[in-house]
């Protein structure tokens, strides 16, 4: 609790009694109807098997394409342009390298699935099927600070939180139900790439930066853990021992995309992330899709795609074998990226030898 998954006391003490020889848990935000979890009695050893003895053979993976590109970039913020060079746009360059991923790890025997293969949404729904909701949104707003906005930006209010509801919470959503009740693997990779806050929003211009980090569930903050649902989300995690496994993923990977990209691993400042693990880069987030994704999920944020050298590096395509980008030798961003992640989930887990 205190190391992945609440690490503020004050945060938890009133949903979450930790006692010598239970916790005690706290059902309901409306009732004081707590909930006792006994702890295994001392000596007694839990019946788990070696991670050593596991392998890839067979192994189940999901890889999720982070966001959905094609026409929806714009608006889900993932999409840029340069000077009117090509458009970069997030959701296509994860989808590449899950392709490229798949065939690395089916090729060593496991089980691979894409959470989506095209830049379609997996949701069924649309944003015009929020707009109920996105009026209702607007109307508690406005009686909150006791204002009525103007026509015209009370009507770009309400398509900005349509839009929101549909690709952001809808889609991770149908991804979720997707993993959860028929892929059902038992790993996830959630595949992205970073970007910095644009220093003008209106007039691109690249940054310096360039990092990367690895993300676990965990840093549940005070208002998370109060919520009924999440409380229960956050338990359900720790009891199935998945911060264990997304430890391993995720150490593994930081190393592998250190040592592939050169790159710094990135460090938060701020409450809302905790260090996990003594390997740099690997970081716990309360994120929707890791958090109901019912497995371990590792969370990946590579390069900054705005920054001078990714940006130069993505233009330069899917190409072949290595060109020098930025005066090093290396492979496409795609391949390297995809590469990153392959030998990660190697050094986690030995493969059957062939």
């Not at 693997?185 to 970073?194: A, E, G």
Request: net charge positive.
């Amino acid at each position: 609790m205190g190391n992945v998954y609440c690490p503020r006391s004050s945060w938890f003490k009133n949903w979450i009694e930790v006692k010598e020889d239970i916790a005690r848990i706290r059902k309901s935000s409306n009732s004081d109807d707590w909930y006792d979890l006994s702890f295994i009695s001392k000596g007694k050893k839990r019946d788990k098997n070696s991670d050593s003895n596991l392998t890839l053979s067979g192994y189940r993976i999901a890889l999720d394409p982070g966001h959905i590109g094609g026409m929806y970039s714009q608006m889900e913020g993932r999409h840029f342009s340069i000077d009117g060079k090509l458009t970069i746009k997030e959701g296509d360059i994860t989808l590449k390298v899950a392709k490229v991923l798949r065939k690395k790890l089916q090729e060593r025997g496991a089980v691979v699935s894409l959470v989506r293969s095209d830049n379609d949404p997996v949701t069924e729904k649309r944003p015009k099927d929020f707009l109920k909701e996105a009026e209702d949104w607007m109307i508690n707003r406005e009686k909150l600070i006791n204002k009525k906005y103007p026509d015209k930006e009370r009507e770009d209010f309400i398509k900005k939180k349509k839009d929101v509801l549909f690709y952001r919470v809808s889609e991770i959503y149908a991804r979720a139900q997707l993993i959860n009740e028929k892929i059902k693997p038992d790993l996830v990779i959630c595949l992205h790439l970073n970007a910095a806050p644009w220093d003008d929003p209106d007039h691109f211009s690249l940054v310096t930066r360039n990092d990367y980090h690895v993300l676990v569930n965990g840093c549940y903050m005070g208002g998370e853990v109060a919520d009924d649902k999440q409380r229960f989300e956050m338990i359900f995690r720790l009891l199935n021992g998945w911060h264990e496994t997304e430890k391993i993923f995720a150490e593994n990977i930081s190393k592998s995309f250190s040592k592939m990209t050169g790159l710094p691993a990135f460090a938060y400042k701020g409450p809302n992330a905790v260090k996990v693990g003594n390997v740099e880069g690997v970081w716990g987030r309360n994120l929707l899709a890791n958090r109901i994704y019912l497995c371990p999920v590792i969370f990946l944020e590579p390069y900054v795609a705005n920054s001078v050298n990714a940006y130069k590096h993505i233009l330069m395509g899917d190409y072949t074998g290595r060109k020098m980008v930025s005066g090093k030798l290396r492979t496409s961003l795609v391949e390297e990226y995809a590469e990153s992640v392959f030998l990660g989930i190697q050094d986690s887990y030995p493969f059957k030898n062939k």
